[in-house]
Structure formats: structure tokens, C-alpha cells
């Protein structure tokens, strides 16, 4: 990751990380339309969050093990998933 990004990845993988959160409330939360910050590019293609459909349908965006590890190692990971760890 750059150092530009990596605060925002970081972000983004903390704010599913917390809950699984629907797609739309993701998008509406991390949209941009700056071409240079690809924050959800980047984790996306880094594997640290991924998308699922709930049985309802729902399209549903969580923090990946990657995610996890990665916030674990920096420090970030919330507090009610650190203890499962």
C-alpha cells in the first residue's frame, strides 16, 4: 500500500471490521470521486474486505482474515474482536 493510503485502507477495513455492513451504507460512507483515492480499490484487490449476499439478499461488505490481520498487526483491531483472536 502507499503511505497516502494506507491511513484510509486502514479506515475502511477498521469501519467493516467493527460490523459487517450492507453495501449500500459502504459505498454511500468511503464514495470519492477523486481518481488518485482508490481506498476501496485497494482493499478490494488486497483481499482485505469482501462482499457476500446475506440470505435476504442483501449485499453485505465485511473485513476479510487479511483485513483482520492487518488490523491486529497495526494496532487497530476493535476491541470486541481482539479478544477472539
Given at each position: 500500500?502507499?503511505?497516502?493510503?494506507?491511513?484510509?485502507?486502514?479506515?475502511?477495513?477498521?469501519?467493516?471490521?467493527?460490523?459487517?455492513?450492507?453495501?449500500?451504507?459502504?459505498?454511500d460512507?468511503?464514495?470519492?470521486?477523486?481518481?488518485?483515492?482508490t481506498?476501496?480499490?485497494?482493499?478490494?484487490?488486497?483481499?482485505?474486505?469482501?462482499?457476500f449476499?446475506?440470505e435476504?439478499?442483501?449485499?453485505?461488505?465485511?473485513?476479510?482474515?487479511?483485513?483482520?490481520r492487518?488490523?491486529?498487526?497495526?494496532g487497530?483491531?476493535?476491541?470486541?474482536?481482539?479478544?477472539?483472536?
Amino acid at each position: 500500500m502507499s503511505a497516502t493510503l494506507d491511513p484510509l485502507v486502514m479506515d475502511l477495513v477498521a469501519f467493516v471490521a467493527a460490523a459487517p455492513r450492507p453495501y449500500e451504507e459502504v459505498i454511500d460512507a468511503w464514495r470519492t470521486s477523486c481518481p488518485r483515492l482508490t481506498v476501496w480499490e485497494d482493499a478490494i484487490d488486497r483481499g482485505l474486505i469482501a462482499r457476500f449476499r446475506a440470505e435476504d439478499k442483501t449485499l453485505i461488505v465485511q473485513a476479510t482474515g487479511a483485513g483482520l490481520r492487518l488490523l491486529q498487526e497495526s494496532g487497530r483491531l476493535p476491541a470486541r474482536l481482539s479478544a477472539n483472536t
